[in-house]
T-cell receptor, first 111, second 119 residues
Framework: GQSLEQPSEVTAVEGAIVQINCTYQ??????LSWYQQHDGGAPTFLSY????GLEETGRFSSFLSRSDSYGYLLLQELQMKDSASYFC????????????FGAGTRLFVKA | ETGVTQTPRHLVMGMTNKKSLKCEQH?????MYWYKQSAKKPLELMFV???????ENNSVPSRFSPECPNSSHLFLHLHTLQPEDSALYLC??????????????????FGPGTRLTVL
């Protein structure tokens, strides 16, 4: 079957760096993406990795290791507005294309 | 303004009612999606339409019936729902057709969602 695991909650202080991990199990891996969702809001796309390595977009970076079935989202220079839920999602091509989302990591940024 | 609108924003319905959710995208995108987000559960992809054809149907009960009359509009028709169907229903769209080419990604733009309560 297919599954994703990510921590349920992470707490960090303003200005710090935080890493949110995501491990997955799938036989037809096609790519790993990350979304941010604030309370009461819609998800917004952050990044996508199809190949191994680090993708950087401003304060956010995403990393993928396909051999380890592992990825992470790195948030630098944390701001209070970064308090939100972060979802990893795997696109899988087993028996047809599927997109599977993790349960989400709730990030709390403290002053 | 995300470019993807959904109506209604809130809906309360009984189990015997029939209702429809509407999604409209103003971005000129070619693929549209329906998602279900329940409390404390992962986001679930329900249906995908690409170039107005259904290309993904993730084992969704038949009481949910999608319709895509053109590339800008997507409907989700609801009938004889159950209380466990209460959730946030999100619509999204993406530029390129689905599925994407290997190594590329269709960034999905989400609407604000419809909060559905089934009594």
């Amino acid at each position: 079957g297919q599954s994703l695991e990510q921590p349920s909650e992470v707490t960090a202080v303003e200005g710090a760096i935080v890493q949110i991990n995501c491990t997955y199990q799938t036989s037809g891996f096609y790519g790993l993406s990350w979304y941010q969702q604030h309370d009461g809001g819609a998800p917004t796309f952050l990044s996508y990795n199809a190949l191994d390595g680090l993708e950087e977009t401003g304060r956010f970076s995403s990393f993928l290791s396909r051999s380890d079935s592992y990825g992470y989202l790195l948030l630098q220079e944390l701001q209070m507005k970064d308090s939100a839920s972060y979802f990893c999602a795997v696109r899988d091509n087993t028996g047809g294309f599927k997109t599977i989302f993790g349960a989400g990591t709730r990030l709390f940024v403290k002053a | 303004e995300t470019g993807v609108t959904q109506t209604p924003r809130h809906l309360v319905m009984g189990m015997t009612n029939k209702k429809s959710l509407k999604c409209e995208q103003h971005l000129g995108h070619n693929a549209m999606y329906w998602y279900k987000q329940s409390a404390k559960k992962p986001l679930e992809l329900m249906f995908v339409y690409s170039l107005e054809e259904r290309v993904e149907n993730n084992s969704v009960p038949s009481r949910f019936s999608p319709e895509c009359p053109n590339s800008s509009h997507l409907f989700l028709h609801l009938h004889t729902l159950q209380p466990e169907d209460s959730a946030l229903y999100l619509c999204a769209s993406s530029q390129a057709a689905y599925p994407p080419k290997q190594g590329s990604y269709n960034e999905q733009f989400f609407g604000p969602g419809t909060r559905l309560t089934v009594l």
